[in-house]
């Protein structure tokens, strides 16, 4: 399976600031994710890039907020902007080399906001 | 609507067989996943299933009913390194996005 870099892996930030999470894979996938992890709770998914256009977004999660790059089929950004407590998570990258295939995740980053 | 249940914890014991069942509604279907979630850690992927029966993978095994929206991992020979969340989680048919489950929180104890 691919093998997927992800980083920071782990931040504390200030309120109102933002951060960006870079995903790097060693070979092309089809399909990249995002997912948030709370303390103690499942997965949720933020929102699918697309490579050369405009992520989509899931039920509550919105543009302006988690910004979403994807320039090519290796490599995804995650921006947590204005960021506040509430955001502190786990955001994990998630990639599928085909549809087929199982998602596989990267390590996660550990953002905790002050 | 999309749902998938999974009991919130379970507790078994050392070199024992523990079940964890998995039931799911969904709007489409591409197969059924189970991963394995270490605390702090990323889910790790397990097994595979989107045909009817019975998956073995080592001391881990998977069956699904699709028509009973039915799953469940079988877990043989417990070790202390099976303590875990275990996710269930189904592939949509549209955009090839996965729907997990709350997770199964495993204790294995001595």
């Known amino acids: 399976s691919a093998v997927i870099s992800q980083k920071p892996s782990r931040d504390i930030c200030q309120r109102g600031t933002s951060l960006t999470i870079q995903c790097q894979v060693d070979?092309?996938?089809?399909?990249m994710f995002w997912y948030r992890q709370q303390p103690g709770q499942s997965l949720t998914l933020i929102a699918t890039?697309?490579?050369?256009?405009?992520?989509?977004?899931e039920s509550g999660f919105v543009i302006d907020k988690f910004p979403i790059s994807r320039p090519n089929l290796t490599f995804s950004t995650l921006t947590v902007s204005n960021m506040s407590p509430e955001d502190s998570s786990i955001y994990l990258c998630?990639?599928?080399?085909?549809?087929?295939?199982?998602?596989?995740f990267g390590d996660g980053t550990r953002l905790s906001i002050l | 609507g999309q749902n998938i249940d999974q009991p919130t914890e379970m507790t078994a014991t050392e070199g024992a067989i523990v079940q964890i069942n998995c039931t799911y509604q969904?709007?489409?279907?591409?197969?059924l996943f189970w991963y394995q979630q270490h605390a702090g850690e990323a889910p790790t992927f397990l097994s595979y299933?989107?045909?009817?029966g019975l998956e073995e993978k080592g001391r881990f095994s998977s069956f699904l009913s699709r028509s009973k929206g039915y799953s469940y991992l079988l877990l043989k020979e417990l070790q202390m390194k099976d303590s875990a969340s275990y996710l269930c989680?189904?592939?949509?048919?549209?955009?090839?996005?996965?729907?997990f489950g709350a997770g199964t929180r495993l204790f294995v104890k001595a």
């Open positions: 890039a697309n490579q050369g256009s405009e992520a989509t977004y």
């Open positions: 969904t709007s489409g279907f591409n197969g």
């Open positions: 299933n989107v045909l009817d």
């Open positions: 070979s092309q996938v089809t399909m």
């Open positions: 998630s990639v599928v080399g085909n549809g087929l295939e199982p998602q596989h």
């Open positions: 989680a189904v592939k949509d048919t549209g955009g090839f996005k996965t729907i």
